[in-house]
């Protein structure tokens, strides 16, 4: 949840998107200030309660439509992701 420099470096000379999807907990909060930070991508999928990451998204949705959920909620800015990350985290 708290990648350090190194890490972020590794990640970003792959070339490609990075899109971060935080747990709804402490962590995830830290993991958005960190993709704020490095300028990724972040995304918000509205899964339904009692869901509070990737992993359990994908035990009630399937692969398919969590992927699908994630693509579709995918924020750019760092302004759009602070707010939708205060959505979030109601």
Same mark, same amino acid.
């Given at each position: 949840?708290?990648?350090?420099?190194?890490?972020?470096?590794?990640?970003?000379?792959?070339?490609?998107?990075?899109?971060?999807?935080?747990?709804?907990?402490?962590?995830?909060?830290?993991?958005?200030?960190?993709? @704020?930070? &490095?300028?990724?991508?972040?995304?918000?999928?509205?899964?339904?309660?009692? #869901?509070? +990451?990737?992993?359990?998204? =994908? @035990?009630? &949705?399937?692969?398919?439509?969590?992927?699908?959920?994630?693509?579709?909620? #995918?924020? +750019?800015?760092?302004?759009? =992701?602070?707010?939708?990350?205060?959505?979030?985290?109601?």
């Amino acid at each position: 949840s708290e990648p350090n420099a190194r890490q972020q470096e590794m990640i970003n000379n792959l070339q490609r998107k990075v899109i971060v999807v935080p747990d709804r907990d402490e962590a995830g909060r830290k993991m958005i200030a960190k993709a @704020i930070e &490095y300028n990724w991508s972040v995304a918000f999928p509205q899964w339904g309660d009692g #869901i509070k +990451d990737v992993g359990d998204a =994908i @035990i009630k &949705y399937g692969k398919i439509l969590t992927m699908k959920s994630i693509l579709a909620t #995918i924020q +750019d800015t760092n302004l759009k =992701i602070e707010l939708k990350a205060k959505q979030w985290y109601k």
